[in-house]
């Protein structure tokens, strides 16, 4: 199994990469990184170096994209970049995993694709463009919804773990 993980160039949560990293490497998973820059750093000094440009991000190559929160899907405006809403699209039409942790959550909404789909928001911008697109606001920590995984942080990532592994297919 592989998984994808977007996460901005600069200003992602590095606590929640590392958790994700972590459950998918217990289980096995292959996971890359995926970013619009080569080298990419977290709010808290982390450096990953992309596995691959987010551009070549294929349903077809993956079995999970796992969106990463942190300030700079808001500073950089990732949730309004149309290569990556398609790729958001495609994992969708394929029925595979989209996991969004908190205000990444902003990336499936502008995808269109919580339509009548529960999401997680974890602020008030995301909780606008959730409802500006038709999906329903939750303020639990965790929204399972068919293919849709919306959760608050990384924090609720590692709590849920079971849960996101499960619809995920391996546990």
């Excluded at 808290?44 to 929160?69: E, P, Q, R, T």
């Excluded at 949730?79 to 495609?90: A, E, H, Q, S, T």
Aim: aromatic content about 8%; some cysteine.
């Amino acid at each position: 199994m592989r998984a994808a993980l977007f996460i901005p160039q600069k200003d992602f949560n590095d606590e929640t990469v590392s958790i994700l990293r972590l459950i998918f490497s217990k289980w096995s998973i292959h996971c890359d990184i995926a970013s619009y820059g080569a080298t990419c750093i977290g709010m808290h000094g982390a450096v990953y170096k992309a596995d691959l440009n987010a551009s070549k991000l294929s349903a077809s190559n993956y079995d999970v994209i796992a969106l990463v929160d942190g300030e700079g899907v808001d500073n950089q405006k990732v949730y309004d970049y149309r290569p990556l809403l398609d790729v958001i699209n495609y994992f969708n039409d394929a029925r595979k995993p989209i996991i969004g942790v908190g205000n990444a959550v902003k990336i499936p909404a502008r995808a269109n694709i919580v339509r009548g789909r529960k999401a997680v928001a974890s602020d008030e911008e995301t909780r606008r463009l959730i409802t500006l697109f038709y999906g329903v606001p939750s303020k639990n920590s965790i929204e399972v919804f068919e293919n849709l995984i919306t959760v608050r942080d990384a924090k609720a990532v590692e709590n849920s773990a079971e849960l996101i592994l499960q619809r995920m297919g391996v546990s």
